[in-house]
């Protein structure tokens, strides 16, 4: 931010923040954060262009600034609305945006195969999530699903067109980190697809990145295909001296396994900012072939939101909920009726070896 | 006998060519505009004329041409659309088939009065016989001195080109127009930033139906306020409607809008009644995408007033009881036509030209399409009626350009008034195959509303 700017107050779900100009709804909300903050499945603030396309961070704007308080006639997308001074915004306390918001996830659903048992990006799925926050418990469409090949894009990664929403951020990520374009949409409408021209392999040293911006499992690593699940395996932070890229990774590994490496992911699932300030993109042999622990300096588990089906391996120390009642009742908590203290159960002095059979109450009348 | 602006001289032996069309005394506006109007000058005039935008929305152009930002040192410029691609719009075919020298010296003004000197016709791939007809007529223009470097001496330059889409429908929205334009794939672009702002090669632009910038030439030649003198109301000047279905006369016709849509459909001098003796049921009175209005809602508002040929009084009572005027595609349905099966043919072409990018258009024109095809073939569910009602008010208003709408409107608007057609379908399987559900009631008259 530059000195001097003036802050822009924005209103979201009646909660105010400042941001600076040029911002949009949606980085304003997530500055609030929590369930303020639109979900995205094609934003990705680290690609330029990107956003506006799946509509499932649609909201109302239900005053359009100070100066010109009109709502906006449409509900708008976040990812793409920048913020005006005195703007209201509406998410999830409209019930408009949340029956458009269901209508988007109904949408995105109708072709996607839902085959989480055995995709890949089950448990770390923006789709996944999106349909349990947003969905509704079933689907109304009785048709076929679409479906497609699938096709290889080089030796490492597979592409599924059948899983895919048509986010554009792997066509975005391959166009921006390498600067050629090797990689598009074929066709229009809802047999429109992903490709490269007649399957071509993506040479580039970063393309393995269109793997991580994937909000579903259509781009998956094939290293990693059919390892293991996500949540078997624990994250770690680590880095090793890297001439291409960052160095900065995130391992997953279970045992002394590696079973994959990706890079390092904010809470909303993007590519975190690398410690000399770049973005953290990783190259292709960081991420295909350095899969010994030897090759990496581990630093640290990586911390997941508890939320997540992954931090269910509890590999990081349990954080237990704060007692606060011994500092306000200066004792410690007491049960309303301790049922082993009622039925003496907990007495100490019979020995449950010294029972003959399965014990039962008379045996502690003794 | 209405007033003809556009059309008068279409029939004029030799009009394609430029020397006829000099005689005829062409390019008049030219001279006039560049010799003694400056450009702002021009803006005013169409900003007096009320002319409103030809392609559909009918925004009103002056306002348009205003909007343009004048950065400086940055070349600005004037995209014609005629990628007429709408089902049932034919008018900008005709206009640039028969009197392509009137679509150049539209061009020529309202460039000079943008400042583009480069101005581009994008034009409908299918046209490809009108772009030989075009360049022909720039060719032999340039030849006489109206394009080219330093125009009249006035030291203005404008060269047009053409250059022809590939067969997208999505390619008339205007953004996707200019991405297709600039060699990317035909997607819309999320507004903002407007075109007017960044449109093509991040350049100021203006984007225009073919039958607006034809209009330029009669505003700057009698003046804007001459002009708004025709017409009624906000509707000025005079429409080009193209009228096809069940017509004795199909073809396009020039009406001055003050005209009753009953008169349009009977009269000789327009479509001249329904063919073979039938009667009519239905029309579509703006080409494919605005909503379709059953007969007795069609010559009559809902408040049991006539109807008039123009902006407002197709639009009366709003989607509920009114339709649009749209691009001027009048579609007209007999008693024999169903309308189940002309919705699900509406849904299959927005199915197949949706572009893909937002996901409420592309999935949900695919299930608008199914949902409809098991309703034509008498597969169809009661519950699938109001399936339909819910899906297309989903996708509505929710998309990031107007093709979305455009696929759900014709279908909400058959249900809204044909819904016991539909029910019949469902009804009756196997009769819905082999007959038509017919007139009905749809002709007969209905209860005024009064408040």
Redesign the interface.
Known sequence: MAEGTPLLKVTIDNITVEVPAGTTILNAARKIGGDVAPPAMCYYSKLEGS??????C?VEVSKGSEKDPRPMP??V?SC?TTVMDGMEVKNITSSKVI??RQ??V???L??HPLDCPICDQAGECDLQDLSYEHGKEAS??E?EKRTFHKINLGDKIQLHMTRC??C?RCVFAAEQLTQQREH??L??????EIATYIEKNLQHDFIGNVIDVCPVGALTDKTFRFKNRVWFTKPVDAHRNCTKCCGEVRLWMRGDEVFRVTARRDEWGEVKEASNGKTGWICNECRFDKKHVSDWVIEKPTHINRHSVISQGHYEKLQKPQEFLPDLMHREPRLIMDIHNVSEVNRTNIDLSEIKGPAHSTDFNK | MSKKLLLEKAHVEGIKHYDVYRREGGYKSVEKALKTLSPDTVVEEVKKSGLRGRGGAGFPTGMKWSFIAKPEGVPRHLVCNADESEPGTFKDRYLMEFLPHLLIEGLIVSSFALGSNDTYIYIRGEYAWIVDILEQAIEEAKTNGWLGKNILGTGFNCNIHVQRGAG?Y?CGEETALIESLEGK?GNPR?KPPFPAIKGLWERPTVVNNVETLAAIVPIINMGGEEYAKIGVGRSTGTKLISACGNINKPGVYEIDMTISVEEFIYSDEYCGGIANGKRLKACIPGGSSVPILPANLLLKTAKGETRYMNYESLSDGGFATGSMMGSGGFIVLDEDQCIVKHTYTLARFY??????????C??????LD?LLYKLEHGQGKLSDID?LWDVQ???E????CPLGDAAAWPVAAAIRHFRDEFEWHVNNPKESQIKNFGLAHYANPIQPITA
């Open positions: 956003g506006g396309k799946c509509r499932t649609l449409k509900l997308a793409r029956d458009a209508g988007v109904e949408f995105l109708i072709n109304r469409y048709f929403i048509l554009y598009g949409v066709d229009r409408g809802e047999h429109a | 997208a999505i794939r999320i199915h197949h030209e949706s572009c893909g990018q937002c996901s409420p592309r999935e949900g024109t695919i299930w199914k399936l008010r989903k996708i208003g929710n998309t990031i």
